[in-house]
């Protein structure tokens, strides 16, 4: 067992290493009381880090399309939060996409807890009809964010999840309790964007599927890919079924 006798080994041995090579007396005076001043519970307990949805590990992404697409809607929305500023001082000059995005933020912010994630989930779901980015816009792919969509009223699986991870923040969940994750549906094996919201410690899908709510760990034949918030993009731990290259995303 790792306990109050390993610990205070480990920083036995670091002592030993600093005087092995050859650090002056002053500075191994210092190291012997910064050691001693270490809770041997810190060594033998370490914080438990963040776990992500489904609970797998994630490692970040520095390249690739997913990031490059990732990076651009952020900036939209960046762009699109000087605007639902703007509307909130002067509403009679505010588009009717804002206008629209605002209520359904309000809506969510008359909750609390689950009920707001719902809310949110459900009048996202019904404000956007399902519409293939081919036949919305002559390409594969494109990411929208949240008033561009609800000004046409159509997207695709990840224009559901972008405008969900909007309103999510904007109506007071914590940035660390939100994300938009693509899994892999392996029934189908076509790619699908969803949102996340972690409550009491558990992470809740949105899905442009379902009006109800879904544990993450009750969704089956899926396998995570990716996982995107404020910090970027991390890949999760591939798997055998998850080894192909991402496809376009799809409803």
Not at 58 to 67: D, T
Request: with cysteine; hydrophobic share 50%.
């Amino acid at each position: 067992m790792f306990g109050r006798v390993a610990a205070r080994s480990i920083a036995g041995l670091l002592f030993v290493s600093l005087a092995v090579f050859g650090f002056p007396p002053a500075a191994l005076a210092q190291a012997r009381t910064d050691l001693a001043a270490i809770d041997p519970a810190e060594l033998a307990n370490p914080a438990p880090t963040a776990v992500e949805p489904f609970g797998r590990d994630a490692v970040p992404v520095a390249f690739g399309e997913i990031l490059t697409k990732w990076s651009g809607v952020t900036a939209d929305i960046r762009a699109e939060s000087d605007i639902l500023a703007r509307c909130r001082d002067d509403a009679e000059s505010c588009p009717a996409a804002a206008r629209k995005f605002l209520a359904v933020i309000a809506e969510g912010r008359a909750h609390d807890g689950r009920a707001r994630i719902g809310v949110i989930n459900r009048a996202i779901n019904l404000a956007i009809q399902p519409m293939s980015d081919l036949a919305q816009w002559g390409v594969p792919d494109r990411w929208t964010a949240p008033l561009a969509t609800l000004a046409t009223g159509r997207g695709d699986c990840e224009d559901y999840a972008i405008a969900k991870y909007v309103a999510l923040r904007e109506a007071g969940l914590a940035e660390q309790d939100v994300r938009l994750v693509i899994v892999r549906d392996l029934a189908s094996g076509d790619d699908h964007a969803v949102a996340a919201a972690r409550l009491d410690g558990s992470w809740i899908v949105l899905d442009n599927r379902r009006l109800a709510l879904v544990p993450d760990v009750e969704m089956r034949r899926v396998v995570p890919l990716f996982v995107l918030d404020r910090d970027g993009v991390r890949q999760f731990t591939p798997t055998l079924a998850a080894r192909a290259a991402p496809a376009a995303l799809g409803f």
